[in-house]
Nanobody, 120 residues
Framework: QVQLVESGGGLVQPGGSLRLSCTAS????????MGWYRQAPGKQRELVAR???????NYADSVKGRFTISRDNAKNTVYLQMNSLKPEDTAVYYC??????????????WGQGTQVTVSS
């Protein structure tokens, strides 16, 4: 079994910052990529940012220049630094890991989600 545990969500004023963390634990052989998705009420889940084991990153256009994803491979942890937050960033943020749980089988795992609310 693999677990993803997220932390760092909360309420912040527009223009503020938050840092999300997600740690993967359990039966992990190797991790290809980790990322963050978000889902606002009434909307589909969307990719926010993703980082590969080699450090390549990609971001949603709406967060480029404001959010930064990083990763500590030794700790199986991914971070999302969110600056200049806007009300439209309000959503439940989900951590995702694309990993091998043994030498042959690969699948994706999801965290339980953490609420980010941007409001004055």
């Amino acid at each position: 079994q693999v677990q993803l545990v997220e932390s760092g969500g909360g309420l912040v004023q527009p223009g503020g910052s938050l840092r999300l963390s997600c740690t993967a634990s359990g039966s992990i052989f190797s991790i290809n990529a980790m990322g963050w998705y978000r889902q606002a009420p009434g909307k589909q889940r969307e990719l926010v940012a993703r980082i590969t084991s080699g450090g390549s990153t990609n971001y949603a256009d709406s967060v480029k220049g404001r959010f930064t994803i990083s990763r500590d491979n030794a700790k199986n942890t991914v971070y999302l630094q969110m600056n200049s937050l806007k009300p439209e960033d309000t959503a439940v943020y989900y951590c995702n890991a694309d990993l091998y749980y043994n030498a042959y089988f690969r699948r994706q795992y999801w965290g339980q989600g953490t609420q980010v609310t941007v409001s004055s």
